[in-house]
């Protein structure tokens, strides 16, 4: 994606520009028709630039789930803590007015919806069929498995799941993602579509739905 090129190499973030290139491709496929997609974990909004620009493409939208106080290796005195992003006045991570910038100089306003707010909480009330979903919010596996399970069930037949750092070796990094991928594949709702550096690309399968009992445990958390 050469149009984003420049842009994206300034926003912060840890996405892999060629796994950038891969969502934009996802996004552009899934949001034909006007067909709604849905990030989780959108932090200053390196993937949104990429999955926007793809929807927009198509027609459709991006909505963009993020509490936007960061996730647990982004807090002071983490792995992954960034100084430019702690709010002085409350003494708490805030990338929401980052990500706000970025939507605004790569012209996104009116193709991307912010929610700012944990993605368990929009899903229990949400009710619009998806095309595609990504997940890259929290890399606990109780954060990523929540937000699995809370957002699987929205994809329509044939619409895309991502899911961003998946390591098979613990060495190269967490594991709470590429479990969940695991169990999607074990599910039978989903078929391997391809896996990319760290991201990994499933496809809904025409039928079944996430057993209202996965979706029970999710629920008692």
């Given at each position: 994606?050469?149009?984003?090129?420049?842009?994206?190499?300034?926003?912060?973030?840890?996405?892999?520009?060629?796994?950038?290139?891969?969502?934009?491709?996802?996004?552009?496929?899934?949001?034909?028709?006007?067909?709604?997609?849905?990030?989780?974990?959108?932090?200053?909004?390196?993937?949104?630039?990429?999955?926007?620009a793809g929807c927009r493409e198509a027609g459709g939208v991006l909505y963009s789930v993020d509490h936007h106080q960061g996730s647990e290796e982004?807090?002071?005195?983490?792995?992954?803590?960034?100084?430019?992003?702690?709010?002085?006045?409350?003494?708490?991570?805030?990338?929401?007015?980052?990500?706000?910038?970025?939507?605004?100089?790569?012209?996104?306003?009116?193709?991307?919806?912010?929610?700012?707010?944990?993605?368990?909480?929009?899903?229990?009330?949400?009710?619009?069929?998806?095309?595609?979903?990504?997940?890259?919010?929290?890399?606990?596996?109780?954060?990523?498995?929540?937000?699995?399970?809370?957002?699987?069930?929205?994809?329509?037949?044939?619409?895309?799941?991502?899911?961003?750092?998946?390591?098979?070796?613990?060495?190269?990094?967490?594991?709470?993602?590429?479990?969940?991928?695991?169990?999607?594949?074990?599910?039978?709702?989903?078929?391997?579509?391809?896996?990319?550096?760290?991201?990994?690309?499933?496809?809904?399968?025409?039928?079944?739905?996430?057993?209202?009992?996965?979706?029970?445990?999710?629920?008692?958390?």
């Amino acid at each position: 994606m050469d149009v984003l090129g420049p842009l994206a190499d300034r926003v912060k973030g840890f996405l892999d520009p060629e796994e950038g290139a891969r969502l934009y491709e996802a996004a552009r496929e899934a949001g034909q028709g006007g067909r709604p997609c849905l990030e989780i974990g959108s932090y200053c909004g390196k993937s949104t630039l990429y999955l926007g620009a793809g929807c927009r493409e198509a027609g459709g939208v991006l909505y963009s789930v993020d509490h936007h106080q960061g996730s647990e290796e982004q807090q002071p005195g983490q792995e992954y803590f960034d100084p430019d992003l702690l709010d002085p006045a409350t003494g708490r991570i805030d990338t929401f007015r980052w990500f706000r910038r970025t939507l605004r100089e790569a012209g996104l306003e009116d193709t991307v919806v912010p929610i700012v707010t944990r993605s368990q909480v929009v899903a229990r009330s949400w009710a619009t069929p998806l095309g595609l979903v990504f997940i890259d919010g929290g890399h606990s596996f109780e954060a990523a498995y929540t937000d699995y399970v809370s957002w699987a069930p929205h994809l329509v037949p044939g619409g895309l799941l991502l899911i961003h750092d998946i390591f098979p070796d613990p060495a190269d990094g967490g594991q709470a993602p590429y479990h969940v991928y695991k169990l999607a594949l074990a599910s039978g709702l989903f078929e391997e579509v391809y896996r990319f550096k760290s991201l990994g690309a499933l496809r809904r399968v025409p039928c079944g739905r996430v057993p209202y009992a996965v979706r029970q445990r999710a629920e008692k958390g």
